[in-house]
């Protein structure tokens, strides 16, 4: 495709649960980032993605968050043992190189009941 | 904190008014980038300044950065209701943590 894509697109888990998010970037882009944005709120930073490794860890909230990207294309961010103060939007983002125009997918919003 | 604040917050405009919004780095900035979000889209990359005092115009849209690389601008000129969103100043990834200011929404009263 050539934009960034997410899965799934919504999410409704119980808390306590772990789940899952996946993010396509745009093919050849070596850098990818993380965010998570609150209803109304601004973008909170997560995880930057270089290649394969993640110089940049310093926005996980919590040992509850992680963050994996294989074969410098698809990621996956992974939070564990949910909470309903996890409910949010949570959007991917690739750029040809870090600092670059940033491309954002659709995001995954995440329902914690 | 290495913060990244933008003012005001909230603006509402009837259409046709001029709009601007100012965002300012507590540390200085290698170069800075400004993103729009539509209710309910993703943000979407306007535009990157690099050099200290530069001016970009886009159509209706100036943007501005500072002699010091500290604070920026956008304003908009005789805003449409298309306008409306919510505008991000970015301090871009790379060497340096991504930092998204807090944003200026927009709202277009026709």
């Known amino acids: 495709g050539a934009g960034v894509s997410q899965s799934p697109s919504n999410k409704v888990t119980e808390k306590g649960k772990d789940v899952e998010l996946r993010c396509d970037p745009i093919s050849g882009h070596t850098a990818l980032y993380w965010y998570r944005q609150s209803l109304g709120q601004g973008l909170e930073f997560l995880i930057y993605?270089?290649?394969?490794?993640?110089?940049?860890k310093s926005g996980l909230p919590s040992d509850r968050f992680s963050a994996e990207r294989t074969g410098g294309s698809v990621s996956t961010l992974t939070i564990q043992r949910t909470q309903q103060e996890d409910s949010a939007v949570y959007l991917c983002?690739?750029?040809?190189?870090?600092?670059?125009?940033?491309?954002f997918g659709p995001g995954t919003r995440l329902t914690v009941l | 904190g290495q913060q990244v604040m933008q003012i005001p917050q909230y603006q509402h405009v009837q259409e046709g008014e001029d709009f601007t919004t100012y965002c300012n780095s507590s540390t200085t900035l290698s170069n800075i980038q400004w993103y729009k979000q539509r209710p309910g889209g993703h943000p979407v990359f306007l535009i990157q300044l690099v050099k200290s005092g530069e001016v970009k115009k886009q159509k209706r849209l100036t943007f501005q950065f500072g002699e010091a690389k500290k604070n920026s601008s956008l304003h908009i000129t005789a805003t449409q209701t298309t306008d409306v969103g919510t505008y991000f100043c970015v301090r871009p990834g790379g060497y340096q943590k991504v930092t998204f200011g807090t944003g200026t929404k927009l709202q277009v009263i026709p």
């Open positions: 993605f270089q290649g394969n490794s993640a110089p940049d």
């Open positions: 983002a690739s750029s040809s190189a870090g600092g670059h125009e940033q491309f």
